[in-house]
């Protein structure tokens, strides 16, 4: 059973770099096409999703975001890291990582809880 | 890139009525669509892949359709615990694109 969790801190100033982990397990990350993205939730909005990394390393980023954003895989300790430079108040929401299967579809099979971040000073 | 919109935005109905919520795509996405329901305080699960097929256990009184830009997603007999949002989501392209969302009320 695939299962991952999201962790890091609830509250960030503005202007600070957010990093986030997502702990992963059922899963090796070594299958073609395998990928962890990273999606987020403004409160009472949709979904947006904001990076993912591939197995092999490649990686796909929101293009509005593209310059604050950064993702990497750590297989051997089955994480993958989130961090987002100069966090504004609007970046307030709930983050999510999820699993994507190697697939001809971008589909997003396994999610993790959540973990809501509030931007604040 | 890529634009969804969803229609209507909400809708209140009662259990066994047939619900189709509809999707659209600002360009030709062939059967590039999938559907997730979010429940309140949940994170979002995945019901349908390919425009079509249904996810592994996901109960079949949900159905999806379409292809190009206009897909639908059917609930053939609501459920009590359909309730929820639901969202499209386009995988044509690498950026996940998601509809705004359909809030499904139980009378």
Known sequence: QITLKESGPTLVKPTQTLTLTCTFSGFSFTTSGEAVAWIRQSPGKGLEWLALVFSDNDKRYRTSLEGRLSITKDTSKKQVVLTMTNMHPVDTGTYYCAHRPRSGYQILDFWGQGTLVTVSS | ?107
């Open chain 2, 1 to 107: 890139d890529i634009q969804m919109t969803q229609s209507p935005a909400s809708l209140s109905a009662s259990v066994g009525d047939r619900v189709t919520i509809t999707c659209r795509a600002s360009q030709h996405i062939s059967s590039f669509l999938n559907w997730y329901q979010q429940r309140p305080g949940r994170a979002p699960k995945l019901l349908i892949f390919g425009a079509s097929t249904l996810q592994s256990g996901v109960p079949s009184r949900f159905s999806g359709g379409g292809s190009g830009t206009h897909f639908t997603l059917t609930i053939s007999s609501l459920h009590p615990d359909d309730f929820g949002t639901y969202y499209c989501q386009e995988s044509d392209t690498s950026q996940f694109t998601f509809g705004p969302g359909t809030r499904v009320d139980i009378q």
